[in-house]
């Protein structure tokens, strides 16, 4: 049995590249998945970027908002947000925290990875990222009612 440590006491308190206000760490990267923790701080964001492999964001506490593409949703504790291959995407908060398991399927850029490793460590807790693994996604958001911005964030 392997237990990989997540969370508070673990996190790499700078985040990866792109982000602002956003720490994190890596709970395993291999050859078809990268998966991460993100927690983001009040006003904290992952600015808009495209990746070259789909990616998951679950959200599992808290609440902000997240884009794809032309696309902006509010999204809370309990919801998943798929980030398609290529597309421009990004997620902050305005007055919550948030924290999010982010799963890229497909090797992850070695250099984002390394951002959020613990400091001091060289290697990835399941190896090297395979650079040539690369996967299909598309955006599936659905919201029982259309986003008023009065509302604020979910909690």
């Given at each position: 049995m392997e237990i990989?440590?997540?969370?508070?006491?673990?996190?790499?308190?700078?985040?990866?590249?792109?982000?602002?206000?956003?720490?994190?760490?890596?709970?395993?990267s291999g050859p078809?998945?990268?998966?991460?923790?993100l927690a983001f701080a009040r006003g904290a964001s992952v600015h808009p970027h495209a990746n070259r492999?789909?990616?998951w964001f679950l959200v599992i506490e808290g609440g902000g908002f997240v884009r794809v593409g032309d696309q902006q949703a509010r999204v809370g504790a309990g919801?998943?947000?798929?980030?398609?291959?290529?597309?421009?995407?990004?997620?902050?908060?305005?007055l919550s925290e948030m924290r999010a398991i982010v799963v890229e399927i497909g090797a992850a850029d070695p250099t984002v990875v390394a951002?959020?490793?613990?400091?001091?460590?060289?290697?990835?807790?399941?190896?090297?990222?395979?650079?040539g693994a690369t996967t299909e996604g598309s955006?599936?958001?659905?919201?029982?009612?259309?986003?008023?911005?009065?509302?604020?964030?979910?909690?």
């Open positions: 990989r440590r997540f969370g508070i006491g673990h996190r790499r308190p700078d985040g990866p590249p792109g982000t602002t206000g956003v720490s994190g760490s890596v709970v395993e078809h998945a990268t998966i991460a923790e492999n789909a990616t919801e998943a947000v798929m980030w398609p291959a290529g597309e421009v995407h990004a997620a902050w908060t305005e951002a959020l490793l613990p400091v001091g460590s060289r290697e990835t807790p399941g190896g090297v990222p395979d650079a955006l599936v958001v659905e919201r029982a009612q259309a986003y008023d911005p009065s509302e604020g964030e979910p909690v």
